[in-house]
């Protein structure tokens, strides 16, 4: 074999052969606006494409590409609030607050029935107040008859947690 030439029976793992923004750009599909990761995703949907064994968020990896290095402490956050986009004109820069604030600001929190970790339901939380408020159960024995902490019936009852029950 000629040499210079690649020769695919020794092969090493792709993402060592095709660079990382060939890879990142072959996945993407263009809308008149966001930019769609179209490859893998993890678990609670943003797109992820691997480099040296290490998932890295594609987001992350466009903002790098346009932007340059992420400092540290910093969360790439998305104007357009679509996890799976990777157009470097709706990504920013912000701390973890910033973007729970963007968030909250656009009512993309979930709360209550609507977060699936939720252990308490909105039907229960006004008994829950008025039986600890009463004094007709302790916190510890909503907590057993609930299957939470006494500490979680103690924040949903104070409006903590639960503000919108």
Partial sequence: MPSGVYDRSKSAPRSDIVPLDIRLWNRVKKTKSCWNWTGATQGVGYGCISLKHKNLL???VSYEIFYGGIPNGLCVCHRC???????PDHLFLGTIADNQRDAAAKDRLSYGDG???SKLRQKYISFI???LF????TGPQLARRFGVDHTTI???AKG???RRA
Wanted: aromatic letters at 8%; glycine letters at 4%; hydrophobic letters at 25%.
């Fill in 58 to 60: 594609t987001h992350r």
């Fill in 134 to 137: 009463s004094g007709s159960l």
């Fill in 115 to 117: 977060n699936a970790n």
């Fill in 129 to 131: 107040r008025h039986s």
């Fill in 81 to 87: 609030d679509n996890r799976l986009c990777v157009n």
């Fill in 160 to 162: 903590i947690t639960w």
């Fill in 154 to 156: 103690y924040r949903a």
